[in-house]
């Protein structure tokens, strides 16, 4: 388990949180968040659900972790190995709960998938939607050096792009 300290918002400080590998009891907990995030699709959410129970099976494929305050769980993050790829890492789901939002959570879940990562990725890919309503997640990604370097229009929807996220953990180079 991980201690997250409290961060400061505003002139509240908020609890600190754990981070800790995901269980198969944070199902009911992950889809509230998840859901309450209010950017995923009815459609979408069973996905992030289905990849939660494989994180919490312990398919290798999927990394997944809890960041939990007071008992609860507050946020979650998870990502694998890009298949056919060599280095290469998916970030495939992260929520924080809505009221704990803007209180570093998101930042500690990105930062230590980062650094259980480092050594073993070269890049790490995320994916998301290019939706006005998402413009604070990928400034929430932009802000924590990933770099847009693509879009495909109307991917997930019309009026709907897919902006690709990539932070390089090595040299392109080497």
């Not at 990394?63 to 694998?80: H, N, S, Y």
């Not at 060599?86 to 929520?95: F, I, N």
């Not at 500690?108 to 006005?132: D, F, P, Q, S």
């Given at each position: 388990?991980?201690?997250?300290r409290g961060?400061v918002r505003?002139?509240?400080?908020?609890?600190?949180?754990?981070?800790?590998?995901?269980?198969?009891a944070?199902?009911?907990?992950v889809?509230?968040i998840?859901?309450?995030?209010?950017?995923?699709?009815?459609d979408?959410?069973?996905v992030?659900?289905?990849?939660?129970?494989a994180a919490?099976?312990?398919d290798?494929?999927?990394?997944?972790?809890?960041?939990?305050?007071?008992?609860?769980?507050?946020?979650?993050i998870?990502?694998?190995?890009?298949?056919?790829t060599?280095?290469?890492?998916?970030?495939?789901?992260?929520a924080?709960?809505?009221?704990?939002?803007g209180?570093?959570?998101?930042?500690a879940?990105m930062?230590?998938m980062e650094?259980?990562?480092?050594?073993?990725?070269r890049?790490?890919?995320?994916e998301?939607?290019?939706?006005?309503?998402?413009?604070?997640?990928?400034a929430?990604?932009e802000?924590?050096?990933?770099?847009a370097?693509a879009?495909?229009?109307?991917f997930?929807?019309p009026g709907?792009?897919?902006?690709?996220y990539?932070?390089y953990?090595?040299?392109i180079?080497?």
């Amino acid at each position: 388990m991980t201690a997250v300290r409290g961060a400061v918002r505003g002139a509240t400080v908020v609890a600190a949180a754990s981070l800790r590998s995901v269980r198969a009891a944070d199902r009911a907990a992950v889809e509230r968040i998840t859901r309450a995030a209010g950017l995923f699709r009815e459609d979408e959410i069973p996905v992030a659900i289905e990849v939660f129970d494989a994180a919490a099976a312990g398919d290798a494929s999927y990394t997944a972790l809890a960041a939990e305050i007071d008992g609860r769980v507050a946020g979650w993050i998870c990502w694998g190995p890009t298949p056919c790829t060599l280095g290469t890492w998916d970030l495939y789901w992260m929520a924080v709960d809505p009221a704990r939002q803007g209180s570093g959570i998101g930042t500690a879940l990105m930062r230590e998938m980062e650094h259980r990562l480092a050594g073993l990725a070269r890049v790490i890919v995320v994916e998301t939607a290019g939706r006005a309503d998402y413009a604070g997640t990928r400034a929430f990604y932009e802000a924590r050096g990933y770099r847009a370097v693509a879009t495909i229009p109307e991917f997930y929807a019309p009026g709907d792009d897919q902006v690709v996220y990539v932070k390089y953990l090595t040299s392109i180079t080497q």
